[in-house]
């Protein structure tokens, strides 16, 4: 596709569960960004990668939250033992490499813990 | 690290009038600050963005002027259309490894 596309749109999971959400970014962009957004807020950082590896992972809140990127495309957003306080909707954004360029988010993945 | 304020949270205009969207940064190594524009249920988009080199930058309608000195960078819409209400966020960055956001304005554009 032409944008950074995530899937699914919207997952609601029990509490303590476990959950994947994925993205697929813009074809040829080597970053890739994971971020979360809290109702009436704006996107919080939580994990960047530079092709496979996770250049910067200072924005994981805990070790519930891991990322994957095994073959420099598309991305996993792992959360283990889910708590309520996880609800939120999680932005996935991509941009052509190292530096300062355009990063194009995809419409993310609304998460629901009940 | 970095820390951005957004100023005003709302922000209600005229048609045709313009609105101005005003943010604040405290980390003098930023040097690129994207502006994002984000309708309901969609992820943001980028609008403008502005590098440290430069002061101003202006795309038709819209335009980012940065002021390194006051460590402020501000949004300038003109002649506002209902299609641009939305909210809109601005960042700043120093290395492109993160985006630090404002908290976000909504806009609201009376017809």
């Known amino acids: 596709g032409a944008g950074v596309s995530q899937t699914p749109s919207n997952k609601v999971t029990e509490k303590g569960k476990y959950v994947e959400l994925r993205c697929d970014p813009i074809?040829?962009?080597?970053?890739l960004y994971w971020y979360r957004q809290s109702l009436g807020q704006g996107p919080e950082f939580l994990i960047y990668?530079?092709?496979?590896?996770?250049?910067?992972d200072s924005g994981l809140p805990n070790d519930r939250f891991f990322a994957v990127r095994p073959e420099g495309s598309v991305s996993t957003l792992k959360i283990q033992r889910t708590e309520r306080g996880d609800s939120a909707v999680y932005l996935c954004?991509?941009?052509?490499?190292?530096?300062?360029?355009?990063?194009?988010f995809g419409q993310g993945t609304r998460l629901t813990v009940v | 690290g970095e820390n951005v304020e957004q100023h005003p949270s709302t922000l209600s205009v005229q048609e045709g009038d313009s609105a101005v969207i005003k943010c604040t940064y405290s980390?003098?190594?930023?040097?690129?600050f994207p502006w994002y524009k984000q309708e309901l249920g969609k992820g943001p988009q980028l609008i403008i963005d502005i590098r440290s080199n430069v002061g101003e930058k202006k795309d038709q309608r819209i335009a980012v002027t940065l002021n390194k000195t006051a460590k402020h960078f501000s949004l300038h819409i003109t002649e506002t259309q209902p299609e641009d209400s939305a909210v809109y966020f601005c960042a700043a960055s120093d290395t492109g490894n993160q985006f630090y956001f404002g908290t976000g304005t909504s806009l609201t554009v009376i017809p």
């Open positions: 980390d003098s190594a930023s040097n690129y």
């Open positions: 990668f530079q092709g496979t590896g996770a250049a910067d």
């Open positions: 074809s040829g962009h080597t970053a």
């Open positions: 954004a991509s941009s052509l490499g190292r530096g300062l360029t355009e990063a194009f």
